[in-house]
């Protein structure tokens, strides 16, 4: 690392600590734009422009204006700060409406949301009519109803608050039985939104992207295992503190998927386009001599594809199916000398399939 950029630069450890920051506060506000970062020329990882640490420092309120603008809090302090009740929090958040920023398990391993503080109250000021009365029914959603933009803390709240998130998501989901739950898929594309926002290396973006896919899935997006190996290794952890009991996992594994065919067919379009640029920068480190694997191209359709009747669909079918020519002959009939009418019928119409050419009328004469 060179002089000047130890000079001109700090780390994020240090950076945070002339901020007054926490660890988790420092990563969202770096995340959310807050704090302004700069890649670092030979580290690789990002630092903060020392003029940016005093600008804020001079700036009004500090430290505890730039602490309020990435405190997280859950349902139950979440509902108080809107003035309503912990299940109508919940619903509205089951929705889509308020867009969860972090993640974690407590420890009777139940799933605990947390929301930046300063986007709830901006939600409950404009938009006071869903605070009351009759919630409209939630469908299936592509992406929250109302974008409340914004980046986020890490930190676990009380074992009381995480208690009442619980229950407060029991009794949301007793009264929006059948109804989607957003949170997760909301959750995830923020989550990768807020990683994207601070970074430049076209394989970690990838790899970002890629993190939320599942392994059958990666694979066959990705069939070079090298490009996959690099992937994997730049795959940024989702959710930091990830439980230790193998339930946990298994818990937060499903929070950490993406289960929606939407959101895979979203996340996979965004992937490819992802590899082709990163392949395009450099090659995924390989042993020297080895050729990358030729990335999948699905073929369009052609036309005569997108005719065909369901009938010579059923023929290709047979046809694939039973090999070569002639291997689906019926038996001949046991008595007589020539083959009886529905047998040479049904002759015509298996040799008909076998070339995918439809009968046109053949067996009506």
């Given at each position: 690392?060179?002089?000047?950029?130890?000079?001109?630069?700090?780390?994020?450890?240090?950076?945070?600590?002339?901020?007054?920051?926490?660890?988790?506060?420092?990563?969202?506000?770096?995340?959310?734009?807050?704090?302004?970062?700069?890649?670092?020329?030979?580290?690789?990882?990002?630092?903060?422009?020392?003029?940016?640490?005093?600008?804020?420092?001079?700036?009004?309120?500090?430290?505890?204006?730039?602490?309020?603008?990435?405190?997280?809090?859950?349902?139950?302090?979440?509902?108080?700060?809107?003035?309503?009740?912990?299940?109508?929090?919940?619903?509205?958040?089951?929705?889509?409406?308020?867009?969860?920023?972090?993640?974690?398990?407590?420890?009777?391993?139940?799933?605990?949301?947390?929301?930046?503080?300063?986007?709830?109250?901006?939600?409950?000021?404009?938009?006071?009519?869903?605070?009351?009365?009759?919630?409209?029914?939630?469908?299936?959603?592509?992406?929250?109803?109302?974008?409340?933009?914004?980046?986020?803390?890490?930190?676990?709240?009380?074992?009381?608050?995480?208690?009442?998130?619980?229950?407060?998501?029991?009794?949301?989901?007793?009264?929006?039985?059948?109804?989607?739950?957003?949170?997760?898929?909301?959750?995830?594309?923020?989550?990768?939104?807020?990683?994207?926002?601070?970074?430049?290396?076209?394989?970690?973006?990838?790899?970002?992207?890629?993190?939320?896919?599942?392994?059958?899935?990666?694979?066959e997006l990705v069939p070079d295992p090298y490009e996959r190996a690099c992937l994997n290794r730049l795959r940024p952890d989702l959710a930091p503190g990830r439980p230790a009991s193998e339930a946990g996992r298994e818990a937060m594994g499903r929070l950490l998927t993406a289960d929606d065919p939407d959101e895979i067919s979203w996340h996979r379009s965004s992937l490819t386009a992802l590899l082709a640029d990163a392949r395009r920068d450099r090659q995924a480190p390989r042993p020297s001599?080895?050729?990358?694997?030729?990335?999948?191209?699905?073929?369009?359709?052609?036309?005569?594809?997108?005719?065909?009747?369901?009938?010579?669909?059923?023929?290709?079918?047979?046809?694939?199916?039973?090999?070569?020519?002639?291997?689906?002959?019926?038996?001949?009939?046991?008595?007589?000398?020539?083959?009886?009418?529905?047998?040479?019928?049904?002759?015509?119409?298996?040799?008909?399939?076998?070339?995918?050419?439809?009968?046109?009328?053949?067996?009506?004469?």
């Open positions: 690392m060179s002089v000047m950029e130890l000079s001109e630069t700090l780390a994020a450890g240090r950076a945070a600590q002339e901020l007054r920051l926490k660890r988790g506060e420092f990563e969202l506000a770096t995340q959310m734009g807050h704090v302004r970062t700069v890649g670092g020329a030979l580290s690789g990882r990002r630092r903060v422009p020392r003029g940016e640490v005093e600008r804020l420092r001079r700036a009004a309120g500090f430290p505890d204006a730039l602490r309020e603008r990435v405190r997280t809090v859950g349902t139950a302090e979440g509902a108080e700060l809107m003035d309503i009740s912990p299940g109508r929090f919940t619903r509205l958040a089951r929705a889509g409406y308020l867009v969860p920023v972090r993640v974690y398990l407590n420890r009777y391993r139940a799933v605990v949301w947390l929301y930046l503080a300063e986007e709830l109250r901006a939600f409950a000021s404009s938009e006071p009519g869903l605070l009351t009365g009759r919630l409209p029914r939630s469908g299936k959603r592509t992406g929250p109803r109302k974008r409340i933009g914004g980046r986020a803390r890490s930190g676990c709240g009380s074992d009381t608050d995480a208690v009442l998130d619980a229950e407060a998501a029991e009794a949301a989901g007793a009264m929006a039985a059948g109804e989607e739950d957003c949170r997760p898929r909301n959750w995830r594309g923020r989550r990768i939104g807020l990683l994207l926002h601070e970074s430049d290396d076209r394989w970690k973006r990838a790899a970002i992207v890629g993190s939320v896919l599942d392994p059958v899935q990666l694979a001599g080895t050729a990358p694997a030729s990335a999948p191209t699905p073929e369009p359709a052609s036309a005569s594809e997108s005719a065909r009747t369901p009938e010579s669909a059923r023929a290709a079918d047979s046809v694939r199916a039973t090999g070569s020519a002639g291997t689906c002959e019926p038996v001949p009939h046991a008595g007589g000398r020539g083959r009886p009418l529905l047998t040479r019928l049904r002759v015509r119409r298996v040799r008909g399939r076998e070339t995918a050419v439809p009968l046109v009328g053949s067996a009506d004469r």
